[in-house]
């Protein structure tokens, strides 16, 4: 499938559910938010019809989130599901907490990769920034995942004032576990859509402060990926996910779903196409294409939209 700027569309980002058992202060403010009702979540036989219908559009990657994925019931049969498509790269995104126990299950259904979102090595850090005290219980989820045989990456929303300095912590863990960390920029989205100006600790700023302590080299952005890397001279390559400073939007490749069944062109769109589980795969492809209208060509703008609903 190709949107209106020609880009060819083949990934699929699936939240498959708003719950989460953190409270991330950029996710949600500290009143909480609005979850959608239970009955509103798509079914497992809906998600693997879906994409079904989408792996002959061409659509090759998946990769599940949330919410918190992993408190989604019978997520590795979901996974074998998929799986069973023929879809070869199936990826999720996880905060780890329930990892340790659930690496090896994902491996074995065909998982291959996972993102943990680590923001802190100190407790009280990372208390600050998910409400919850986790970070050696999310570390311990990580090695699992190490053993498993999965391909992890290490996840880190840098905040100003709240977490800038865990950065060379977080670099320092992702060194003696040999795996790929990157720093995202926090993003203009759902309670900070109209303050994350004051959060933002840009890519500029990331690098500053990894340049006091390393030499590194840039190796740039690959293709359609969102994070760009650069190699320290002791080998380790770190990246930044620059969706503010650099925005990478020319590149996109990719439709979401949300947990309701809304099917979203962009995380900057506020105007959710239902995908009704009572119409069928004509409607459903039409439905696809007008998604795909929601593309645009460059400028993250940010929206009213929690990532927690959308899908990070
Ligand atoms: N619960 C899973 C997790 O924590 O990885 C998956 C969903 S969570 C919404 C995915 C990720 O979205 C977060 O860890 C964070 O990296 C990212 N995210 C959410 N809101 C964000 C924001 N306003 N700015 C930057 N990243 C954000």
């Given at each position: 499938?190709?949107?209106?700027?020609?880009?060819?569309?083949?990934?699929?980002?699936?939240?498959?559910?708003?719950?989460?058992?953190?409270?991330?202060?950029?996710?949600?403010?500290?009143?909480?938010?609005?979850?959608?009702?239970?009955?509103?979540?798509?079914?497992?036989?809906?998600?693997?019809?879906?994409?079904?219908?989408m792996?002959?559009?061409?659509?090759?990657?998946?990769?599940?989130?949330?919410?918190?994925?992993?408190?989604?019931?019978?997520?590795?049969?979901?996974?074998?599901?998929?799986?069973?498509?023929?879809?070869?790269?199936?990826?999720?995104?996880?905060?780890?907490?329930?990892?340790?126990?659930?690496?090896?299950?994902?491996?074995?259904?065909?998982?291959?990769?996972?993102?943990?979102?680590?923001?802190?090595?100190?407790?009280?850090?990372f208390?600050?920034?998910?409400?919850?005290?986790?970070?050696?219980?999310?570390?311990?989820?990580?090695?699992a995942?190490?053993?498993?045989?999965?391909?992890?990456?290490?996840?880190?929303?840098?905040?100003?004032?709240?977490?800038?300095?865990?950065?060379?912590p977080?670099?320092?863990?992702?060194?003696?576990?040999?795996?790929?960390?990157?720093?995202?920029?926090?993003m203009?989205?759902?309670?900070?859509?109209?303050?994350?100006?004051?959060?933002?600790?840009?890519?500029?700023?990331?690098?500053?402060?990894?340049?006091?302590?390393?030499?590194?080299?840039?190796?740039?952005?690959?293709?359609?990926?969102?994070?760009?890397?650069w190699?320290?001279?002791?080998?380790?390559?770190?990246?930044?996910i620059?969706?503010?400073?650099?925005?990478?939007?020319?590149?996109?490749?990719?439709?979401?779903?949300?947990?309701?069944?809304n099917?979203?062109?962009?995380?900057?769109?506020?105007?959710?196409?239902?995908?009704?589980?009572?119409?069928?795969?004509?409607?459903?492809?039409?439905?696809?294409?007008?998604?795909?209208?929601?593309?645009?060509?460059?400028?993250?703008?940010?929206?009213?939209?929690?990532?927690?609903?959308?899908?990070?």
């Amino acid at each position: 499938m190709r949107d209106s700027f020609d880009r060819e569309i083949h990934y699929l980002r699936v939240s498959l559910t708003d719950r989460c058992n953190y409270r991330c202060v950029y996710c949600m403010p500290e009143k909480g938010v609005v979850f959608h009702p239970h009955g509103n979540h798509l079914s497992d036989e809906e998600l693997v019809r879906l994409i079904r219908i989408m792996a002959p559009l061409g659509f090759d990657r998946i990769r599940l989130t949330g919410g918190e994925p992993l408190l989604y019931p019978g997520l590795a049969a979901l996974v074998r599901g998929i799986r069973d498509l023929g879809i070869p790269a199936i990826k999720l995104t996880t905060n780890g907490f329930l990892l340790e126990r659930q690496a090896i299950p994902l491996k074995e259904a065909g998982l291959v990769s996972v993102n943990v979102s680590l923001d802190a090595v100190d407790e009280d850090v990372f208390y600050r920034m998910s409400r919850r005290h986790a970070a050696e219980r999310v570390i311990r989820g990580i090695d699992a995942a190490l053993d498993a045989g999965l391909d992890v990456k290490i996840n880190a929303v840098i905040m100003r004032g709240v977490n800038d300095g865990q950065i060379l912590p977080l670099l320092d863990l992702a060194s003696s576990r040999h795996c790929c960390i990157r720093y995202l920029e926090v993003m203009a989205m759902g309670h900070l859509h109209d303050q994350a100006e004051k959060y933002l600790f840009s890519q500029k700023d990331i690098l500053s402060v990894i340049a006091t302590r390393h030499k590194f080299r840039p190796l740039g952005r690959s293709g359609s990926a969102t994070a760009s890397y650069w190699q320290t001279d002791e080998g380790l390559r770190f990246g930044v996910i620059a969706n503010e400073t650099e925005p990478f939007c020319r590149d996109c490749d990719r439709l979401r779903l949300d947990s309701s069944g809304n099917i979203y062109g962009c995380l900057s769109s506020n105007h959710p196409i239902l995908l009704d589980n009572k119409e069928d795969e004509t409607k459903w492809t039409e439905k696809l294409q007008q998604a795909l209208l929601q593309k645009q060509a460059l400028r993250f703008t940010g929206s009213d939209l929690s990532m927690l609903h959308i899908g990070g």
